[in-house]
């Protein structure tokens, strides 16, 4: 693929697929902040009850939260590689660009060469 503008637009599309990624993770942090909000909220005593296909299996309170809190750090720790992947997409987009940029220049200095040898 040695057309600039057809890496470029590969490169825009990458961009914009972690960016919905991104979001996407942000959405399950929020949700799991929720949860542990929640599980602050309860009594030393309160049952949790876990989800198991159609099934609510009964879960140890502090299992629970335990995963929650695993899966919050897992959840972090996928938006701070994601974003750092969205930076390396946006500076290889800015090199890109740039070279777009020279290349439109360049072509546009050969169209005007040949009318004004023309002339």
């Given amino acids: 693929m040695s057309n600039p503008a057809a890496k470029y637009q590969k490169a825009q599309s990458a961009l914009e697929e972690l960016i919905v990624a991104r ?9 799991n902040k929720i ?3 929640e599980f602050d909220a309860l009594k030393e005593d ?11 299996l009964p879960v140890d309170q ?17 938006i701070d590689r994601c974003e750092e992947n969205i930076k390396e997409k946006q500076e290889t987009l800015e090199g890109l660009r740039s070279e777009l940029m020279k290349l439109q ?4 200095a050969n169209a ?7 002339k």
């Fill in 23 to 31: 979001q996407k993770l942000e959405t399950q942090l929020q949700e």
């Fill in 35 to 37: 949860v542990i909000e």
């Fill in 46 to 56: 309160s049952k949790v009850y876990k989800l198991t296909g159609s099934v609510l």
């Fill in 62 to 78: 502090d299992e629970a939260r335990t995963n929650v809190d695993k899966r919050l750090e897992f959840i972090n720790g996928e």
């Fill in 105 to 108: 220049a360049a072509a546009q």
């Fill in 112 to 118: 005007a060469a040949p009318t004004a040898s023309a």
